[in-house]
């Protein structure tokens, strides 16, 4: 299929998002992309039944098909089914090894199959035979969510805390993420901002005495957390310790080396901190400057070893595949570069280029690596890292990821981030604090989330707190008071 095509959809609203999610799957940007329309999809609703037809224009042709199907089917996963399997007649491609698991949590699925289903082989028959997930993906799935299982069957009032710092000391050109700068912020405004997360952090930590609440691990993220001046952090690292006992696992995202002195390791450490994640993304010199990351490689070094000299007892890296004018051998090093200092935990993303990054409009997307070139990257992380002892523990793709990617943390043995299996297979409560920060709450099914929604901007966040809270003091009652309705 030619690289930018959109798709135009017409039917009820309610299935925009799973029509869009399979398209962007496909590789079609939305309709309103100033691009030429190579799909249309159409849903109607006729005397009961749902009619689905599509439309693709490929070299002056057009290929069309429709389907109809009950209400009460599954709806979703039907047209999903139908989209998927007539753009491959169209275009004659084979199946992805994904079937029409095209959300951001494959292994989601393979959890609820689970609550329902001991036997693991049927769990692999039904990916394969209902959802067309190759069986090999099949078989990935249930292993990885075997080795999940004790850290999302926890007791019910055990919860995570994120807090989210959205500043870093300069913008990344593949981040859409939309953080400020922390050099530019003028101090008061910077100050208003602190105090509005301590605020945030001890509210929680109310909720949490009221109502038996037990945060068993810490995220710190961003952004870029460590880039906040030093009796900043403090206060939020103070925040957190003096209201929090028991804490299991404590994560903080420094992936700067440029932001992670001495003094602000010494901080993180003298208040708990036990994983810290250093993120280099890649470790040849000529990528980081052409992306924005102002710090030598040999910074990402020499911030690894005062890590490992203070104590911290998980140090996670990332790596992202996919970035521009990035090759097999640059990823390669980067292989040998994590064999050589042997970090507990190594997470490897692909780009998922969005249009608020500011390489969605820059001449140097015409450089991103073709995606068979990039799928080499991936196969050769996920080989070098297993052969040197490590696990795939956790997964997610992006909501409008294009093809079979995904992107995939591993773990030496004993050192899987609770954090972060929970946090995606939301099968547990995650309070969170900071702008951009989502508070999610399990209901008493086990399934269903009741959330908050901070805002992004950090002042509108500072001006939104107190109502946000309230809100949020609401659900909490609804939740752990008995009165989830």
Not at 83 to 108: D, E, F
Not at 174 to 191: I, T
Not at 194 to 201: G, P
Request: aromatic share 10%; hydrophobic share 35%.
């Amino acid at each position: 299929m030619p690289d930018l095509q959109a798709y135009h959809y017409d039917g009820p609203a309610e299935f925009h998002a799973i029509v869009g999610q399979i398209m962007a799957y496909l590789g079609y940007a939305g309709g309103h992309e100033p691009l030429p329309v190579g799909s249309e999809i159409v849903l109607k609703e006729v005397e009961g039944r749902y009619v689905l037809e599509g439309w693709f224009y490929r070299k002056g042709m057009r290929w069309h098909s429709q389907a109809a199907f009950l209400e009460k089917d599954e709806s979703g996963r039907v047209i999903k089914n139908l989209i998927l399997h007539w753009h491959q007649r169209c275009y004659g491609t084979a199946h992805s090894r994904w079937g029409t698991l095209t959300g951001v949590r494959p292994t989601k699925l393979v959890h609820h199959l689970r609550d329902q289903e001991d036997d693991e082989k049927r769990i692999t028959d039904i990916l394969v035979s209902q959802y067309h997930v190759q069986p090999d993906t099949a078989q990935y799935l249930v292993t990885m969510t075997r080795l999940q299982r004790p850290y999302i069957e926890r007791p019910v009032h055990d919860a995570a805390l994120y807090i989210g710092i959205p500043y870093c000391p300069s913008h990344c050109l593949y981040c859409s993420f939309p953080s400020r700068l922390a050099g530019a912020e003028a101090q008061p405004v910077m100050e208003r901002f602190i105090r509005a997360v301590v605020q945030d952090i001890h509210d929680i930590a109310a909720l949490c005495r009221q109502y038996d609440i037990h945060i068993r691990s810490v995220y710190i993220g961003g952004g870029t957390p460590t880039c906040l001046p030093l009796d900043g952090q403090e206060a939020v690292l103070q925040a957190v310790a003096g209201n929090f006992g028991n804490i299991e696992e404590w994560t903080v995202e420094a992936g700067r080396p440029d932001t992670t002195g001495k003094d602000v390791l010494a901080l993180l450490r003298r208040y708990g901190v036990n994983r810290i994640s250093v993120n280099p993304q890649t470790m040849q010199q000529h990528l980081l400057d052409l992306l924005g990351r102002r710090h030598r490689v040999e910074d990402v070094f020499a911030m690894f070893s005062r890590c490992r000299s203070m104590g911290f007892s998980v140090i996670n890296m990332d790596f992202i595949a996919g970035l521009p004018e990035q090759t097999l051998a640059d990823m390669q090093e980067n292989m040998e570069i994590v064999c050589q200092l042997h970090p507990e935990n190594v997470t490897i993303h692909t780009l998922a280029l969005k249009k608020r990054a500011p390489l969605f409009h820059h001449p140097l997307r015409q450089h991103i690596p073709p995606a068979a070139e990039v799928s080499r990257m991936i196969h050769y992380c996920e080989e070098i890292l297993q052969q040197h002892g490590y696990i795939p523990y956790y997964m997610y793709r992006q909501k409008y990821m294009a093809g079979s990617f995904a992107n995939v943390g591993y773990a030496q043995s004993g050192t899987i981030s609770q954090y972060n299996i929970q946090m995606m297979e939301e099968r547990q409560t995650i309070l969170s604090a900071g702008p951009g920060s989502t508070t999610k709450f399990l209901s008493h099914d086990g399934h269903s989330l009741k959330k908050i929604y901070m805002p992004k901007d950090p002042e509108a966040y500072v001006q939104a707190l107190s109502e946000r809270m309230r809100q949020r003091r609401h659900l909490c009652a609804m939740i752990y008071g008995g009165d989830d309705r």
